[in-house]
């Protein structure tokens, strides 16, 4: 099946810092999604992006689509405590009527 | 609105018994899927419906069966449960493709089997 490889698997970092994860595949998509999950709960959308080179921001967390459609990274500047949890890519290809997640990235602030 | 609900919560079956996990959406949504998560795997699919009455395998279909009788619930249904089935189990929806395919999560089903 589709692979989305998302990197790094885990980060350790400490309050204030800035924080950059990516996801890469093989295959072209036509959306990226970033989506963030905390312990004992579903994943909660973060950011959309539906056309390449897009540049995106949610507060402290910015987003972009590749310009080559097949990778994407989030951003999130000044981290604070609870920006900890597990954050996923996810990606369309198109007419796939499905998406494809990546494995995750688990990150852990210290304060 | 609800969101996406999940029922049961928690469970623990022994090996060979069956069981069915209810997920429903107040959104209207048409689309409805049905994912796995274990420790560094990710969200792996299993099925999903894109309209009331159909559903399609995903990545990882075996030992699981589901159905969308009504446009609102997604049934997953376990008939023999085996301990590798054992894992966190989330439904989603969204409304459809393209700018529609943003999907909503319900706050998973813990199954444990002996």
């Known amino acids: 099946g589709q692979q989305l490889n998302q990197s790094p698997q885990s980060m350790f970092i400490q309050e204030g810092e800035d924080v950059s994860m990516n996801c890469t595949s093989s295959?072209?998509?036509?959306?990226w999604l970033w989506y963030k999950q905390e312990p004992g709960e579903g994943p909660v959308l973060l950011i959309a992006?539906?056309?390449?080179?897009e540049l995106t921001s949610n507060g402290r967390l910015t987003a972009q689509f590749g310009i080559t459609r097949k990778d994407s990274f989030l951003n999130i500047s000044a981290s604070i405590p609870s920006d900890v949890g597990i954050y996923f890519c996810?990606?369309?290809?198109?007419?796939?009527?499905?998406?494809?997640f990546g494995q995750g990235t688990r990150l852990t602030i210290n304060p | 609105n609800a969101g996406v609900t999940q029922t049961p919560k928690f469970r623990v079956l022994k090996t060979g018994q069956s069981m069915t996990l209810l997920c429903a959406q107040d959104?209207?949504?048409?689309?409805m899927y049905w994912y796995r998560q274990d420790p560094g795997m990710g969200l792996r699919l299993i099925h999903y419906?894109?309209?009331?009455?159909?559903?399609a395998k995903g990545e990882v279909p075996d030992g699981y069966n589901v159905s969308r009788l009504k446009k609102q619930n997604f049934l997953l249904g376990l008939e023999s449960a085996a301990p590798s089935q054992t894992s966190v189990y989330f439904c989603?929806?969204?409304?459809?493709?393209?700018?529609?395919?943003?999907?909503?999560f319900g706050p998973g089903t813990r199954l444990t089997v002996l």
């Open positions: 419906s894109v309209g009331e009455g159909t559903t």
């Open positions: 992006l539906y056309k390449a080179g």
């Open positions: 295959s072209i998509f036509n959306t």
């Open positions: 996810a990606g369309e290809i198109q007419g796939a009527q499905k998406l494809v």
């Open positions: 959104m209207n949504h048409e689309y």
């Open positions: 989603a929806s969204n409304e459809g493709q393209g700018r529609y395919n943003e999907q909503f």
